[in-house]
């Protein structure tokens, strides 16, 4: 009786051992899961920011180009053309659509056909502005219509701006709050 209640013993110590073996690992493999996704979540929010700075980027660099279209000299090597501009504002477009929520998106088309808009027209009011006899009311009209084109823009990439915080889980009131906040203590 003796060996049997030891049989019983060493059983329920093996059963036991197993038992807590299975467990540990079973809560090692759930933390290690659950610090991998939380990475990746991570890793995810950087390429978010990355890819929306990215765009940003290339919208201002465009915009700057449409804005001193009349003043460049495009034999100036060091100097993207028109070409290249339209190529990294594409390739950073492009990028959004593979990372970016639909009212990011959205947005982003909005403010690339802004943009487009405003470089069309900048380049139309410098034709028309070369070819206008009288070159004062048409150097009026050149500003007073650059801006409005211009001023779409800056709207549009607003707009952008305000997606994507809401995107990245920064609170749009909360920066509103910042900015009167600084504002006063300036």
């Known amino acids: 009786m003796s060996g049997q209640l030891q049989w019983i013993g060493n059983l329920i110590t093996a059963v036991a051992t ?30 978010r920011r990355e890819a929306y700075t990215d765009f940003l980027a290339a ?8 804005v001193k279209m009349d003043t460049h000299d495009s034999g100036e090597p060091e100097r993207p053309t028109v070409e290249e501009r339209r190529k990294d504002l594409a390739r950073a477009h492009e990028l959004l659509y593979i990372i ?26 410098i034709l028309a502005f070369k070819h206008a006899e009288d070159k004062s009311a048409a150097e009026f009209a050149y500003s ?14 607003a707009a952008f701006r305000e997606a994507v915080r809401l995107d990245l889980g920064v609170d749009p009131q909360a920066q509103k709050l910042r900015r009167r906040r600084d504002k006063m203590v300036k």
Not at 59 to 66: A, G, K, L, P
Not at 144 to 157: G, I, P, Q, S, T
């Open 59 to 66: 919208v201002w660099q465009m915009r700057e180009f449409s």
């Open 18 to 47: 197993l038992s807590g073996v299975l467990i540990a690992q079973f809560f090692a493999r759930r933390t290690e899961k659950t610090k991998a996704l939380r990475e990746d979540a991570t890793r995810w929010m950087q390429d």
């Open 144 to 157: 007073d219509h650059k801006y409005a084109y211009d001023l779409a823009v800056l709207e549009a990439a």
């Open 100 to 125: 970016a929520p639909p009212d990011v998106l959205e947005r982003a088309d909005e403010l690339r056909e802004a943009l487009a808009t405003f470089h069309t027209r900048c380049f139309d009011l």
